[in-house]
T-cell receptor, first 114, second 113 residues
Framework: EAQVTQNPRYLITVTGKKLTVTCSQN?????MSWYRQDPGLGLRQIYY???????DKGDVPEGYKVSRKEKRNFPLILESPSPNQTSLYFC?????????????FGPGTRLTVL | GESVGLHLPTLSVQEGDNSIINCAYS??????FIWYKQESGKGPQFIID?????DKRQGQRVTVLLNKTVKHLSLQIAATQPGDSAVYFC????????????FGIGTKLQVIP
């Protein structure tokens, strides 16, 4: 089944404890993105990647890191999480631009930072 | 999840009626506009997109209208069904890259059986 998977789905952590949220897609997509979703703010793009070893900042990159060492994986790293990073996080992938702008989203990771 | 639906504009529609969800966008230079549907507890799901040089595009039971003069986008859903209950997001693809997408805050659609 073609899909985007994220792990973990739920995570409660404490301020300053480094964490990684994994994202993997099995559709051989070039493009991948990370978004955070907060009530009243919609989805905001954190980082995106156009291919292996090519990443760029989105609208809210502060406090996050990403890497794209393999095409299928795009982990999101929080080196020193803070309570304002409590949010619902989505990873998405999409093929090389063609006739559609469709992004395929993962199921989400709900992160709570205490 | 449920917290995503808080503070959202809500549209309640009777089953079988048509729904119209509106969206205002900000960037005149955006080249594509996209609609997503998000059901409770799930990630957003692509519905339809429209290029900025078009004013109407139809899909299966959905129509998107674009009015660039007033920077307005709408999604029309024909014969609304209970399965259409979700949060709907419009998004604009900004200039400067295929992946530069800005989402709106969303509208919650409630279908009354």
């Amino acid at each position: 089944e073609a899909q985007v998977t994220q792990n973990p789905r739920y995570l409660i952590t404490v301020t300053g404890k480094k964490l990684t949220v994994t994202c993997s897609q099995n559709m051989n997509h070039e493009y991948m993105s990370w978004y955070r979703q907060d009530p009243g703010l919609g989805l905001r793009q954190i980082y995106y990647s156009m291919n292996v070893e090519v990443t760029d900042k989105g609208d809210v990159p502060e406090g996050y890191k990403v890497s794209r060492k393999e095409k299928r994986n795009f982990p999101l790293i929080l080196e020193s999480p803070s309570p304002n990073q409590t949010s619902l996080y989505f990873c998405a992938s999409s093929p090389y631009p063609g006739d559609s702008n469709e992004q395929f989203f993962g199921p989400g990771t709900r992160l709570t930072v205490l | 999840g449920e917290s995503v639906g808080l503070h959202l504009p809500t549209l309640s529609v009777q089953e079988g009626d048509n729904s119209i969800i509106n969206c205002a966008y900000s960037n005149s230079a955006s080249d594509y506009f996209i609609w997503y549907k998000q059901e409770s507890g799930k990630g957003p799901q692509f519905i339809i997109d429209i290029r900025s040089n078009m004013d109407k595009r139809q899909g299966q039971r959905v129509t998107v209208l674009l009015n660039k003069t007033v920077k307005h986008l709408s999604l029309q859903i024909a014969a609304t069904q209970p399965g259409d209950s979700a949060v709907y997001f419009c998004a604009e693809r900004r200039p400067g890259g295929y992946q530069k997408v800005t989402f709106g805050i969303g509208t919650k659609l409630q279908v009354i059986p």
